[in-house]
């Protein structure tokens, strides 16, 4: 293991994007809606362009192929765009346990939340389509999510499960993922802490939950990046959690939609422990293996 790369890598990353954070949000551009939905996604892109710097710039090695960036699609690349979808659906079953909390498929309570003319336009088409609403916002995030959702997720994922995953593999499968996301929850603190980003009420708790939050995902994305042979199918699998980590919310009413309910609170913390639980049972003994083996398998061909 390079330790001198990976910390190379870590100053540029959190480098690039603390210091660009700082300057939007301090400046004062941050409160404006339109220009902070652009900026968002454009975050986005700081763990690719980091790559970019130490792989290409200072390391002079290659990037395509010993980072996963090649390869032929293969049924894991549909399982990781409809896993997420299955991980939301039993976040809110799990939800549905809490004290004070209840299933509404009908989405009373979320739009409730709304204001008055945008509720009474959804309200409006739910009732015109043929078929429950939830299968239309279920759809929309997928094809987003494998569209222009991985896309942005791309640029996270040549990072978290391209560069670092290569780079931890003395560490083991386990350790890499845990320490991949204890690097990846931190970087989003600019966003949760000056935007919201998925705890608007609790920003400064919600650093650590979300850190929780990537710790728990991360092994999950990488056993699909391993499995897979490509970072391809982890862009994928971001993006349809990206597009789809609502929904298990807008189908529970009561309790704390943001540290209980959803996918990157307690019930999803639950579902993720479950999840790691079998591929743990399931791979014992061979992940390891295999993970060396997916990135021998690049270094060769590149």
Not at 89 to 117: H, Q, S, W
Not at 173 to 182: D, E, N, Q, R, T
Request: glycine share 10%.
């Amino acid at each position: 293991m390079n330790k001198r790369k990976i910390l190379i890598y870590a100053l540029w990353l959190y480098g690039l994007s603390f210091g660009f954070a700082a300057l939007f949000f301090l400046s004062g551009l941050g409160s404006n809606m339109i220009l902070l939905s652009l900026f968002m996604p454009v975050y986005m892109f700081f763990p690719l362009i980091a790559v970019f710097i130490v792989q290409k710039l200072i390391y002079k090695e290659a990037v395509a192929r010993p980072l996963l960036l090649t390869g032929k699609p293969n049924w894991w690349w549909p399982v990781a765009a409809i896993l997420p979808l299955l991980l939301v659906g039993l976040t809110a079953l799990v939800a549905i346990l809490f004290p004070g909390t209840t299933l509404d498929l009908g989405m009373e309570n979320y739009l409730g939340m709304l204001d008055g003319a945008t509720a009474a336009a959804m309200t409006d088409l739910f009732e015109m389509l043929p078929f429950h609403p939830l299968w239309l916002l279920a759809g929309q995030a997928f094809i987003g999510g494998i569209t222009i959702n991985a896309l942005f997720a791309f640029g996270e994922e040549i990072g978290w499960r391209g560069f670092l995953l290569r780079e931890f593999q003395a560490l083991g499968f386990w350790k890499a993922s845990l320490l991949i996301g204890l690097m990846w929850g931190p970087w989003h603190a600019p966003l949760t802490l000056f935007a919201g980003h998925n705890y608007p009420s609790t920003p400064v708790f919600g650093v650590l939950m979300m850190t929780v939050f990537c710790m728990l995902i991360s092994p999950i994305i990488s056993f699909i990046t391993i499995k897979s042979r490509s970072v391809l199918a982890a862009a994928f699998f971001h993006g349809v959690i990206n597009g789809s980590a609502s929904l298990g919310i807008m189908i529970v009413a009561g309790g704390n939609p943001e540290l209980l309910n959803g996918l990157t609170g307690l019930a999803g913390f639950i579902v993720l422990l479950v999840v790691n639980g079998l591929i743990f049972i399931t791979t014992r003994g061979t992940i390891n293996e295999n993970y060396k083996a997916v990135f021998a398998r690049a270094e060769r061909t590149t």
